[in-house]
């Protein structure tokens, strides 16, 4: 236990702490909690720095608390929003904390036989029979309209020019969110919140409720919103979507690859919030990263660590199987070890055309595969001249135009990679 705070400081993960909350870390296991928004039925890479940070809390002896936001994601946080957000109904709300419920498995230690177990609590469950006059008579009462409109979240939305102003649900959010602390407080004991450094405002008006309502004292820190060097939101992939924890939303080998394509600066930062390894060893990393940065180690070792955290051992091995496939030199036998899921993940929008599994029972010759069958190629005599050229490969090796497509060229038992030239590829599904 202890030594909290002193090595979320090294790694950047402070932004604002409120005094005595390490005082309070170092004396005694702590139950400390942040909260999740269920915007969705998986968390993305956006969602990772509290996750760490719940890890971190669990290794150093205190216990954690992962609240999602069933009653809360039902208002909509209005924290950095310009607009009101389409509220969520109770049906689609209960799908997407299943789907976070599972996720948050994977990183925190649940087993009750231990004494800093993971909880994880869903603020509907006690919100959901608070009546309105119950609320503002136990709870409103207590803060006033002056101690709430001078929050910076509210005051941003009332000043901007471009706001649409903000609805009286947005406003009572930050006293939900305070109650929230109010509640784990009394029932479990939970002393400490953190979050992201534009949650300050919410998170302190939870620790004046515990003040007034319970003459108790609760404590809180933010960590800092996590940027790219070139001022850009950080957790979206090249094209612009999210980078999902779910497999199934963006593919382990989607996952390596956004980690392994960031910047030197910016991985220099990310290694240290994102992964557990020792200040001596990031520091040794980066050395060896200065001086040979053409060899991407630091990229490396932060795609590696992230994926293994995220997804496991096996899928980040397939993830750096499949980056040797389509970016390093390997053989037809390298892509047969790829799963269905990696090799459509890899080849995704490449063109596809189905041929029947009995027809290469007997062996199909290429000529006709690449035109005919596909219509990869426009006419023979143009295959016939690529494959005399030695620029058609199948499963990444070079073939000739006598070669017969057969089952022991299937992929999965079921795909067929076809190459012209490096970059020009076409994917059969035999069925």
Not at 119 to 147: C, E, P
Not at 339 to 348: I, P, R
Request: aromatic residues 10%.
């Amino acid at each position: 236990m202890s030594g909290l705070i002193s090595e979320l400081q090294w790694r950047g993960l402070i932004h604002n702490i409120m005094p005595g909350t390490e005082e309070q870390l170092e004396k005694e296991m702590t139950t400390g909690y942040c909260g999740f928004d269920p915007t969705a039925d998986s968390l993305h890479v956006g969602s990772l720095v509290p996750i760490v940070l719940l890890m971190h809390m669990q290794r150093h002896g205190h216990k954690p608390i992962a609240l999602v936001g069933g009653a809360t994601g039902m208002i909509g946080d209005p924290t950095g929003k310009a607009a009101e957000r389409n509220l969520l109904d109770e049906e689609t709300l209960d799908k997407f904390i299943k789907g976070i419920h599972s996720q948050l498995e994977r990183f925190l230690d649940f087993d009750e036989s231990i004494p800093n177990a993971a909880l994880m609590v869903n603020n509907y469950d006690w919100m959901k029979d608070f009546s309105f006059i119950d609320f503002a008579r136990n709870v409103g009462k207590h803060i006033t309209v002056n101690y709430m409109m001078a929050k910076d979240s509210v005051k941003n939305r009332l000043n901007s020019e471009s706001a649409v102003g903000m609805s009286f649900t947005e406003f009572t959010y930050q006293l939900i969110q305070g109650y929230d602390f109010l509640h784990l407080y009394k029932n479990h004991g939970a002393k400490l919140q953190f979050g992201g450094s534009d949650q300050w405002g919410n998170i302190t008006t939870g620790t004046e409720l515990i003040r007034r309502i319970a003459q108790g004292e609760g404590f809180a820190f933010t960590c800092p919103l996590t940027t790219k060097s070139d001022g850009t939101k950080f957790g979206k992939s090249e094209g612009g979507e999210n980078v999902w924890l779910d497999k199934n939303r963006t593919s382990p080998y989607k996952f390596y690859q956004f980690w392994l394509n960031q910047s030197d600066e910016d991985s220099e930062k990310y290694i240290k919030i994102y992964t557990f390894l020792t200040k001596e060893e990031i520091e040794e990393l980066v050395e060896k990263h200065r001086m040979e940065p053409h060899l991407r180690q630091l990229q490396k070792r932060l795609a590696e660590e992230i994926t293994t955290l995220v997804h496991g051992k096996e899928e980040l091995e397939n993830a750096i199987k499949a980056s040797e496939v389509l970016f390093g030199k390997s053989t037809a036998e390298d892509l047969k070890t790829l799963n269905a899921a990696t090799f459509l993940s890899v080849f995704e929008g490449v063109p596809q055309a189905k041929v029947s599994k009995s027809d290469l029972e007997n062996g199909v010759n290429i000529v006709e595969v690449l035109t005919d069958q596909t219509g990869f190629l426009s006419s023979k005599s143009e295959a016939r001249r690529d494959l005399k050229a030695n620029a058609i490969s199948v499963n990444k090796e070079k073939v000739g135009e006598e070669y017969q497509l057969k089952l022991s060229d299937l992929i999965s038992d079921q795909y067929i990679l076809l190459q012209k030239g490096k970059k020009n590829y076409f994917i059969i599904i035999a069925e």
